[in-house]
């Protein structure tokens, strides 16, 4: 399978615990996002990696968020201390340089978070 | 005031039927224009770029006006797989990312 690949596909967790979520990209894409999705609404930007390097962050994603990508390489969004607002789709996407000026991101089916 | 605005709709049409969403954006900076379709609980994909000139794919016909900042899609001959939402994506000069409308949902009925 050569798409971008998102785990878990679902997950649910109680308030204040913490979630980890994993995004391996199209191997020769170097640039990856993460986008947060609620019903009704479009995909909203969380952060943006190329490579390993984390070059932007949106005011969306607060002190308990926190991504990384090491080796830049697959991709790991991490939420801790959960509250209900964060319910959502986490979609994961990424792109080859090229890829962004022609809207090539390619998502990943993304992960489907619960907080009960 | 979002960045990207469009209907949310939903727009309801029968089969065969002509439809046409709309969307503004804000940054005059902004530099490529897509939209993007997304079916029920799954990821967004690509359906194709937009440009000044306008474009057209099958069914699907695209367009820009800079001066308005404003972006539309023509759907003609509407089919029931037609039925989903399309987001309108703006990306600005520079900018590394995409950035999304609500999206409009279109459903096409028999």
């Known amino acids: 399978d050569t798409g971008v690949s998102q785990d878990p596909r679902h997950k649910i967790t109680k308030r204040g615990q913490n979630v980890t979520f994993r995004c391996d990209p199209i191997?020769?894409?170097?640039?990856l996002y993460w986008y947060r999705q609620t019903l009704g609404q479009g995909p909203e930007f969380l952060t943006y990696?190329?490579?390993?390097?984390?070059?932007?962050k949106s005011r969306l994603l607060s002190d308990r968020f926190s991504a990384e990508r090491p080796k830049g390489s697959f991709s790991t969004l991490e939420i801790q201390r959960t509250e209900q607002g964060d319910s959502a789709m986490y979609l994961c996407a990424s792109s080859s340089p090229s890829g962004i000026l022609s809207g090539g991101y390619t998502f990943g089916s993304g992960t489907r978070l619960t907080v009960v | 005031r979002k960045e990207v605005e469009q209907d949310p709709g939903p727009f309801n049409v029968p089969e065969g039927a002509t439809v046409a969403f709309n969307c503004t954006y804000s940054n005059s900076a902004s530099q490529s224009f897509f939209w993007y379709r997304q079916d029920c609980r799954k990821e967004p994909k690509l359906l194709m770029s937009?440009?000044?000139s306008g474009n057209e794919d099958g069914r699907f016909t695209a367009q820009l006006n800079r001066a308005s900042q404003y972006i539309s899609l023509l759907i003609r001959d509407s089919k029931l797989s037609d039925s989903a939402t399309y987001l309108c994506v703006v990306r600005g000069t520079g900018f590394q990312k995409l950035v999304f409308g609500t999206g409009t949902r279109l459903l096409v009925s028999p």
């Open positions: 937009v440009y000044s």
């Open positions: 191997s020769e894409h170097n640039r």
């Open positions: 990696f190329q490579n390993e390097a984390q070059l932007e």
